[in-house]
């Protein structure tokens, strides 16, 4: 709800392409999604249900991408080479590329929405992470069921009738392995149940004036890119409707045309990390996939866009963006950028790396992995530089820079490179404290068990102190199920509001300094039953790399402060201590929303608090589940004199006169 809103209003184009596109709808349907696109709070529950029937979602979606394409091209002149799309998105694609007029697609898509509502059984859909083709094999003995999207090299969809869906996926997880999610759509789309609606679907199109393609298209049917009149067909929509998409297919098709550059335009970067998964496999460099993430930046998304694509070689005109909005100019230096750096490049650390017999770790944070050769473990390492990582010295705790438990568990899942799905238990023995020089870590991953579980160990050597051991755990092969899509009213209605800042300084009155980086609450509320809920988001410097993190420890450690409103009477600092059943199931966010309750009290070994954790995206899909964190008062005396030697500070002596002679105080 509400996505529109901000480009709406910041960008005339926008706002003349998304007009047209409504009007050309009936008139009931065009204000009902004006309401939704514009004016509705994007956190009220029932727009958010109402706009995720399929009869306004496939019209909201095109009239939104079809607007976007339209400021992109006239105002940037960001005009495409090659365009595809993503089932309703293959239309607003069709639509950019000249097969259809804007005022056509908007009412085809509302048709289509309208007659997949009313014809149509509703089903279900998941999302598998496995081998398409060996899930398309395993669908030959079931009927009902159909291969709904090939998203990835090891994602796809699957559709039917519920029943039939939930008893497959039960047994194909049992005797795959593989890990499968239920989606939160309406209807079964691309399956048996949507074949009512496609002979008056094709009758739709046939009253409809379909051009040859302008812009070479790859379609969803097929995975190729298509011949011109090939989208011009009117059975073309019928079948891409009830067929696959075959999304994975065309991505490869573009990179083998040459595409250099992917920029989705649709409210959120769902399509480009598919894309991402795709081309992951692609010799040599990947070519760049930009999203414009709209729906959390609003009109800010495109001026990030524009400069990012700016950097990388093109030459967009964002003149016209900001004629009618208030802004300021900078000169430029009166000499040209020659492009030439002025300190010497470093040779690359991946080689470097391999050159020493191990293997580069693709992790931000780990770098470097090596299996020994005897016992079947392996040894993962890291330095921790606060002055090459800045946010590293944003977490203080009594006035010393300590490392974040969400950084050690980070590491811990990333160590394996995604052979562990889930950290089963982490126990923080000692502190690991940060000066200005950088520390190595070493950690020391055994052998699997029996069942693919995996003991390990965390060493830091800081100063001259030599190895010493802050932390151990174990990690699990088997990832627990992730929890129900969050659903409902977001916050639920007579939930009581909470104030972030004053959280903040509660935390800092305790001990506990958090830097910007740390400081993600954005909103809160505490809810029925004891639970708070909150809005969690990272600083726009490290959201940019949140994409390279399972989960950004700044996220993480983030997620964790709410628990302070759920705690009461704690005068000092209070730091986890043991973390049990964490679960990524949706890597590199940047934002979420999260849900914080109490969990069974444990007063062994002293006073001790216990909370779980779950953390959804803004449309209320898992993205990671921590099960539960045990929470413990910093003794004083735990972290004493920082490594490196005494604290040093800078001291003000004021200069005066003393009998006529210039003199220190």
Partial sequence: PGMAA?????????????????????????????????DADPDDGSAAGELASTELTQPALFCFEAALHRLLSEDVSLRPDYVIGHSIGELAAACAAGVVSLADGARLAAERGRLMAERCERGAMVAVAADPDVVEARLEAEPELSLAAVNGPRACTVAGPEAALEAWAERFADESGARLRRLHVSHAFHSTLVEPALAELEEVCRGLALEPAAIPIAANLTGAIAEPEELADPGYWARQARSPVRFAPGIRALRDAGVARFVELGPDATLATLADGVLADAEGEPPLVAALDVRQRGADAIGELVGRLAVDGLDPDPAPLFADRPHGLCELPTYPFERRHYWIRATSSAAAVASAGLEPADHPLVGAVVELA??????????????AVGWLGEHRVAEQVIVPGALIAELSLAATAGDALALEEL????PLRLDDSAVPL????????????????LHAR????????HASGTLSAVSPPPPAPLDGAWPPDGAEPLDPDALYAQLLAQGLAYGPAFQGVRRGWRAAGGEVLAEVELAPAEAAGAQGHLIHPALLDACLHPISWAHEGASGPLLPFALSGLAVHRPGAGAVRVRVRRVERDGEGGPSDSFAVEAFTAGGEPVFTLERVDLRPLPAAALGPAAGGELLAFEWRVLTRVDGEAGAE
Wanted: hydrophobic residues 45%.
């Fill in 462 to 469: 800081a100063g001259e102190d030599g190895w010493s051991r």
């Fill in 442 to 457: 070493q950690l020391r991953l055994e052998a699997p068990g029996p069942g693919g579980e995996r003991a390990f160990s």
């Fill in 6 to 38: 901000g480009l709406h209003a910041a960008f005339p184009t926008f706002a003349a392409g998304l007009d047209a596109a409504l009007a050309a709808l009936e008139p009931g349907l065009g204000a009902r999604l004006r309401t939704l696109l514009l």
């Fill in 427 to 430: 126990t923080l023995e000692a």
């Fill in 374 to 387: 005897a016992g079947g473990g392996a040894l993962a390492t890291a330095r921790l530089d606060p002055g």
